[in-house]
């Protein structure tokens, strides 16, 4: 049985707010949300909501997430080679790949790549898979 149910959000942690709003709108391609004393990335309709400075995870969270342990997949919406030189001309060095993985939406080609905080972030291409 399908519920009704879709990813709306997830939570990241950034240490720095200027830092992190940089790369994710220059490099991830995020629109910036300003929400009370942090900031939200979103991307169409879905929103990664931030544990920061200032931004306080309780009485929710009973961990605000950390520096560093997030792990997040975003979908490249067209060829990996295009991913790869996006990333190197915003000179953000790349971990793993291209790499063939499986996502949401079956076989792709991965890329690896960190935040300015360290949680691994990867685009997938579903463009020429097979």
């Not at 939200?40 to 990664?48: D, K, S, W």
Request: proline fraction near 5%; charge should be negative; charged fraction near 25%.
């Amino acid at each position: 049985m399908t519920l009704p149910v879709k990813l709306d959000h997830c939570v990241v942690h950034v240490s720095d707010w200027e830092r992190s709003n940089a790369f994710y709108r220059d490099v991830m391609g995020a629109e910036l949300v300003e929400r009370g004393k942090g900031w939200a990335y979103r991307f169409g309709t879905e929103q990664l909501n931030l544990h920061g400075p200032g931004v306080k995870a309780e009485p929710v969270a009973r961990l605000a997430v950390q520096p560093g342990n997030s792990d997040l997949c975003f979908e490249w919406r067209g060829p990996i080679e295009d991913a790869i030189a996006h990333l190197g001309k915003h000179q953000v060095a790349i971990e793993l790949g291209p790499v063939t993985r499986n996502g949401a939406k079956g076989r792709g080609t991965s890329v690896y790549f960190r935040d300015p905080d360290g949680s691994l972030l990867e685009f997938i291409s579903y463009a020429g898979a097979a």
